[in-house]
């Protein structure tokens, strides 16, 4: 059986940071969940939950491929330990882990592909990388933009979106979850010029 994909969406537990900038990347997995059907449970990786799913359909009917959603249930600066766990678990090859995260350096509502590159001052990713041993896995970044005036970043991120700005943050998560379907759907060259034209 063929290795199914890892897509990790990042953010802080608890009701508290359920809506800060900084867990766009989980709320686009829970949105993939959700439109699959199914719910994140723990799991027996220490610091996850997680849930198997046929991510869409294929041409001709055909249900998608394997992917496993999973979001930590740590801190976000502790993040890597169970991406790590969850990686071994179901032998997922590093190019088929997909970390789904937000981006300062991104305006905001702009989504982008990569794979590998530095972590950019995200504690995250830091962690990610370092537990994985690599920072050659793929991302999904979610433009937050920058914070206004001399606002300390790390407030602007553990700050939640503004209720004005609702609509524009479920764009921002449905072209989040569009992106995660195309890059396991398509690759990663057809998804960045999917998605980077717009």
């Given at each position: 059986?063929?290795?199914?994909?890892?897509?990790?969406?990042?953010?802080?537990?608890?009701?508290?940071?359920?809506?800060?900038?900084?867990?766009?990347?989980?709320?686009?997995v829970d949105?993939?969940?959700?439109?699959?059907?199914?719910?994140?449970?723990?799991?027996?990786?220490?610091?996850?939950?997680?849930?198997?799913?046929?991510?869409?359909?294929?041409?001709?009917?055909?249900?998608?491929?394997?992917?496993?959603?999973?979001?930590?249930?740590?801190?976000?600066?502790?993040?890597?330990?169970?991406?790590?766990?969850?990686?071994?678990?179901?032998?997922?090859?590093?190019?088929?882990?997909?970390?789904?995260?937000?981006?300062?350096?991104?305006?905001?509502?702009?989504?982008?592909?990569?794979?590998?590159?530095?972590?950019?001052?995200?504690?995250?990713?830091?962690?990610?990388?370092?537990?994985?041993?690599?920072?050659?896995?793929?991302?999904?970044?979610?433009?937050?933009?920058?914070?206004?005036?001399?606002?300390?970043?790390?407030?602007?991120?553990?700050s939640d979106?503004?209720?004005?700005?609702?609509?524009?943050?479920?764009?921002?998560?449905?072209?989040?979850?569009?992106?995660?379907?195309?890059?396991?759907?398509?690759?990663?060259?057809?998804?960045?010029?999917?998605?980077?034209?717009?």
């Amino acid at each position: 059986m063929e290795a199914p994909w890892l897509v990790v969406g990042l953010g802080n537990p608890g009701p508290g940071y359920a809506g800060n900038r900084h867990n766009v990347g989980a709320m686009v997995v829970d949105r993939l969940a959700q439109q699959a059907g199914v719910g994140l449970r723990r799991h027996k990786v220490p610091g996850a939950t997680a849930a198997e799913v046929r991510l869409g359909t294929l041409p001709g009917g055909l249900p998608g491929p394997r992917v496993v959603l999973a979001r930590p249930t740590t801190y976000m600066n502790l993040s890597g330990g169970p991406v790590a766990g969850l990686r071994s678990f179901y032998k997922v090859p590093l190019d088929q882990v997909v970390v789904v995260h937000d981006e300062l350096d991104l305006d905001p509502g702009v989504v982008r592909l990569k794979r590998g590159g530095g972590e950019g001052g995200h504690n995250g990713l830091r962690s990610v990388s370092g537990s994985l041993g690599s920072r050659d896995y793929l991302r999904v970044r979610l433009g937050i933009g920058r914070p206004p005036g001399r606002q300390d970043p790390a407030d602007f991120v553990l700050s939640d979106f503004p209720a004005r700005d609702r609509e524009e943050v479920q764009l921002l998560v449905g072209d989040g979850e569009d992106a995660v379907t195309d890059l396991v759907h398509l690759g990663l060259e057809a998804a960045q010029q999917r998605h980077h034209s717009r």
